[in-house]
T-cell receptor, first 109, second 113 residues
């Protein structure tokens, strides 16, 4: 099956700092999504981004499908950004999302 | 437009009992997916259903687990004779017929005592 690797596994920031999270995948995909799992366990859809660049407030994401990676940028981080960020992909011809192991982000005040 | 609904949000069962988890997809969505998140782990695919059809159940454990999505009503994930290792968060997602983006519900947290 398709492999999804996220880096870094853990990240600790001071409030106001910027960060970049990376997602590498091993096969061509027709779906890539970024999620934030908050400390209460809820999964929040951040981006649907199989290719290209999108921005939503302080968050933006870029997927370079030909090179099989995606980046999630968080600017001016806030304590409420803390949680686990998951990348999930669906390979071409597939019907399921395969999740990476996540990046645990802690933003300190 | 309400999001994906799951109930109950928390479920406690004793070993050997049955657990029934319900999922109502977003309006207009006909595709339903179930994922399981074991403690301190990522999410793993279990099953993909369309109305009255199981499309892909390759992620389902071979015994005790079943899923359905009837013509009317919510999708049901049923776990018979639960064991402690079934304790996890179970997430349901839905997508529209014409799209690939999956929208996730709040999850059901199952605890087996």
């Amino acid at each position: 099956g398709i492999q999804v690797e996220q880096s870094p596994p853990d990240l600790i920031l001071q409030e106001g700092a910027n960060s970049t999270l990376r997602c590498n995948f091993s096969d061509s995909v027709n779906n890539l999504q970024w999620f934030h799992q908050n400390p209460w366990g809820q999964l929040i859809n951040l981006f649907y981004i199989p290719s290209g660049t999108k921005q939503n407030g302080r968050l933006s994401a870029t997927t370079v499908a030909t090179e099989r990676y995606s980046l999630l940028y968080i600017s001016s981080s806030q304590t409420t950004d803390s949680g686990v960020y998951f990348c999930a992909v669906e390979r071409i011809g597939g019907s399921r999302l395969t999740f990476g192991e996540g990046t645990q982000l802690t933003v300190n005040p | 437009n309400a999001g994906v609904m799951q109930n109950p949000r928390h479920l406690v069962r004793r070993r050997g009992q049955e657990a029934r988890l319900r999922c109502s997809p977003m309006k207009g969505h006909s595709h339903v997916y179930w994922y399981r998140q074991l403690p301190e782990e990522g999410l793993k695919f279990m099953v993909y259903l369309q109305k009255e059809n199981i499309i892909d159940e390759s992620g389902m454990p071979k015994e005790r687990f079943s899923a359905e999505f009837p013509k009317e009503g919510p999708s049901i994930l049923r776990i018979q004779q639960v064991v402690r290792g079934d304790s996890a968060a179970y997430f349901c997602a839905s997508s529209p017929p014409s799209g690939r983006e999956q929208y996730f519900g709040p999850g059901t947290r199952l605890t087996v005592t």
